[in-house]
C-alpha cells in the first residue's frame, strides 16, 4: 500500500524550465511533508520541508506547494539548471511516527 | 554525508549466505535507520533504532534483523541472503524520531547471485 503516491516518474526539462513534481497522500493526520534530492551515487538529502499550516514554502529557487483540502503537494524548481539533476523524492509522517517516502521522481535538466 | 559510514559500499554473494551491512555514524545521534531503495518503489524502510539495543521493525523487516550494541553503530543482517534482496541499502541518523532531518550515508549496493 502505497500511503504517498509520485508523479511523475520521470521528467525531463530544458534550462531555464520549471520543472513539477506531485505528490499525494490519503493520511490526513500527516503533518510533517519534505522533499528529498538525491544525486547519483549519493546517499538522499533533505531539501525542503513544509507542514500543513501553510501553503506555499520558498527556499532559493525551490517552492513547495501544499493543497489541504486535496491531499496534494509539490514542488517546483524555478530556473532549473543542469546541476538540478537528480531524482526527488516526496515524503510524510504524522508526529513521531516514521517517514514514507514516495517512489521518486529522477529529473533531467538538459543544457 | 553527515559523518556517516556504510561498509562495504559494494558487495556481491551467493543466495543463502549471510551477509552483514555496518553503518557507523560519528554524530552521536539517537535515531538510525535502515532502508532499501529499488526503482518503482522508493525508500522503503527496514528496521530503525531509537537507542542502543532498542530497535523496531519498519515496512519491509522480512528476511532481515539488525542490532545495536554501541550508539554509533548499527549493523543490519541478511541471514540467508535471496535475490529480491539484492538492491542498494541507506542508512540514514537523526537526532530524534521525531520530523528532524534524516541524514543518509553514501550507501550500500548489494548483489545477490
Known amino acids: 500500500q502505497q500511503q504517498v503516491k509520485q508523479s511523475p516518474q520521470s521528467l525531463i526539462v530544458q534550462k531555464g524550465g520549471i520543472p513539477i513534481i506531485n505528490c499525494a497522500y490519503e493520511?490526513?493526520?500527516?503533518?510533517?511533508f519534505p522533499w528529498y534530492q538525491q544525486f547519483p551515487g549519493k546517499g538522499p538529502a533533505l531539501l525542503i520541508a513544509?507542514?500543513?499550516?501553510?501553503s506555499e514554502k520558498k527556499e532559493g529557487r525551490f517552492t513547495i506547494s501544499f493543497n489541504k483540502s486535496a491531499k496534494q503537494f509539490s514542488l517546483h524548481i524555478m530556473d532549473s539548471q543542469p546541476g538540478d539533476s537528480a531524482t526527488y523524492f516526496c515524503?510524510?509522517?504524522?508526529?513521531?511516527?516514521?517517514?514514507?517516502f514516495g517512489t521518486g521522481t529522477r529529473l533531467l535538466v538538459s543544457p | 554525508d553527515a559523518g556517516i559510514t556504510q561498509s562495504p559500499r559494494h558487495k556481491v554473494t551467493e543466495t543463502g549466505t549471510p551477509v552483514t551491512l555496518r553503518c557507523h555514524q560519528t554524530?552521536?545521534?539517537?535515531?538510525m535507520y535502515w532502508y532499501r531503495q529499488d526503482p518503482g518503489h522508493g525508500l522503503r524502510l527496514i528496521h530503525y533504532?531509537?537507542?542502543?539495543?532498542?530497535?523496531d521493525k519498519g515496512e519491509v523487516s522480512d528476511g532481515y534483523s539488525v542490532s545495536r550494541s554501541k550508539t554509533e553503530d548499527f549493523l543490519l543482517t541478511l541471514e540467508s541472503a535471496t535475490s529480491s534482496q539484492t538492491s542498494v541499502y541507506f542508512c540514514?541518523?537523526?537526532?530524534?524520531?521525531?520530523?528532524?532531518?534524516?541524514?543518509f550515508g553514501p550507501g550500500t549496493r548489494l548483489l545477490v547471485l
Open positions: 540514514a541518523i537523526s537526532d530524534s524520531g521525531g520530523q528532524e532531518t534524516q541524514y
Open positions: 493520511n490526513t493526520a500527516f503533518d510533517y
Open positions: 513544509i507542514r500543513p499550516d501553510v
Open positions: 515524503a510524510a509522517s504524522k508526529g513521531f511516527q516514521k517517514l514514507v
Open positions: 554524530e552521536n545521534h539517537r535515531y
Open positions: 533504532s531509537y537507542g542502543v539495543k532498542d530497535t
